[in-house]
Structure formats: structure tokens, C-alpha cells
Nanobody, 124 residues
Framework: QKQVVESGGGLVQSGGSLRLSCAAS????????IGWFRQAPGKEREGVSC????????YYTDSVKGRFTISRDNAKNTVYLQIDNLKREDTAAYYC?????????????????WGQGTSVTVSS
């Protein structure tokens, strides 16, 4: 069974940091693009970051540029999302998802395997 599992969410004060993890099993990340999406209550699902397996290219939505960093550890078959300088508007359920082929697309419908999500709540 191909699956991804997120972890690392929590309750953090504004300006704080979190590192989210996306651990893959049943497949190797170097064959897939891995995207991070988030969904806040009452809002549409939003792509926040993606990393391509072909060349490691990374992408970020404008609202998180300079604060979020996506990375890949092939040995651990895990993708990380380092989140710094958290803002109240970052509060959401965060999901990682995998797609083939290996390049990033900013459309959640292109992703095949989804984790259960990890909750990020930012307080003031």
C-alpha cells in the first residue's frame, strides 16, 4: 500500500516555528513529486509547497515564501516542511500528497496519495 503519513503539527504562538514531516511507505520519494497542501475551516484547499524528484526544484505559494522551506531526505524516504515565523493565517490542517510523474503541479487533483493531515494552530 502506497501511503504517506504527516506529523509535526501542533499549537504554536505567532512567530514560532514547526517542522512537519511526510514519511512515505510503499514507494520511494525520488520517483514522485511531493506537495504540501493546507485547508483552513471554511476555505478551499490551497497548495503551499512542492518538491520535484527530477531535479529537486521547489515551489512555494506567495504567502509562505521566505517562511516555509521544503526539503527531502531520500535516506529516510521523508519530506519535511520547515515553517518559520508562523502567522495566524497559517492555521490549517496540513496534508502531504504524492503524484507521478515527478514534476510539481499546483492542482490537488493531480496528486494520488494523501496523508491523514496534521493540524497547525497559531495563537497570538
Amino acid at each position: 500500500q502506497k501511503q504517506v503519513v504527516e506529523s509535526g503539527g501542533g499549537l504554536v504562538q505567532s512567530g514560532g516555528s514547526l517542522r512537519l514531516s511526510c514519511a512515505a511507505s510503499g514507494f520511494t520519494l525520488d520517483d514522485y513529486a511531493i506537495g504540501w497542501f493546507r485547508q483552513a475551516p471554511g476555505k478551499e484547499r490551497e497548495g503551499v509547497s512542492c518538491i520535484s524528484s527530477a531535479d529537486g526544484s521547489t515551489y512555494y505559494t506567495d504567502s509562505v515564501k521566505g517562511r516555509f522551506t521544503i526539503s527531502r531526505d531520500n535516506a529516510k524516504n521523508t519530506v519535511y516542511l520547515q515553517i518559520d515565523n508562523l502567522k495566524r493565517e497559517d492555521t490549517a490542517a496540513y496534508y502531504c500528497a504524492a503524484k507521478t510523474p515527478y514534476y510539481c503541479i499546483n492542482d490537488w487533483r493531480a496528486y494520488d496519495y494523501w496523508g491523514q493531515g496534521t493540524s497547525v494552530t497559531v495563537s497570538s
